[in-house]
């Protein structure tokens, strides 16, 4: 399970209509993956201390996933079948300089607006992912697999039953999104209630 303080605790937040003043904040789904994205301007510190890692980005990416399988260059069914157990996590962070929608064009992108303290809460729970060295800053693996993204070291502990879509859910939850992260545990347990959300948005106005 993932280690962040009160995970397990916190409970879902109540529906409500996007904040007016909220920042978009992205969901990319892509095959099997999800990812949180963040307009670079709206990080702030802590976690802005990754951007300058990043020059030149516009959005910021955030993937958490199984360390071994996520790295590889060329997973293989072993790979594959070793991430079922649990094992040490990994976070790539992929710059983007153009809109999620435009760089990802072969992905689900959903727009969600988070309230300023609910961009606080997720930028925490993101900074809380990044295994850090001994002078606080975050720990390079290695290049990742775009140009100009990066692997760091990761808390928390990847299994069959808290993937990278767990992970993602509960950071949306952490940022007011009301999604459930139990039982997520492939895209379409996390997409599907997005997709409900927004019905639910749509009818409401």
Excluded at 37 to 65: C, E, M, N, Q
Excluded at 133 to 157: C, I, K, M, N, Q
Excluded at 168 to 178: S, V
Aim: proline residues 10%; contains cysteine; neutral net charge.
């Amino acid at each position: 399970m993932q280690t962040l303080p009160g995970c397990g605790s916190t409970p879902a937040p109540t529906y409500q209509e996007a904040p007016k003043n909220g920042v978009t904040t992205y969901l990319i789904a892509a095959g099997w993956h999800t990812e949180i994205a963040l307009p670079i301007d709206a990080i702030h510190d802590p976690l802005k201390t990754v951007a300058p890692d990043f020059p030149g980005s516009r959005y910021l990416s955030f993937g958490w996933g199984e360390r071994n399988y996520y790295m590889a260059r060329a997973p293989t069914v072993g790979d594959a079948m070793s991430a079922l157990f649990p094992g040490p996590a990994v976070l790539l962070v992929t710059p983007l300089y153009r809109p999620p929608r435009e760089s990802r064009a072969n992905a689900q992108v959903f727009e969600l607006s988070l309230s300023p303290a609910g961009l606080d809460r997720l930028s925490s729970y993101l900074w809380a992912a990044f295994d850090r060295s001994g002078d606080g800053t975050p720990r390079r693996l290695a290049a990742g697999p775009e140009p100009g993204s990066v692997f760091y070291a990761a808390t928390g502990t990847y299994s069959a039953s808290y993937t990278c879509n767990t992970w993602t859910a509960e950071g949306l939850r952490f940022g007011g999104i009301p999604v459930t992260p139990a039982g997520v545990v492939f895209v379409s347990d996390l997409t599907d209630q997005l997709r409900s959300l927004s019905a639910r948005t749509a009818g409401a106005r």
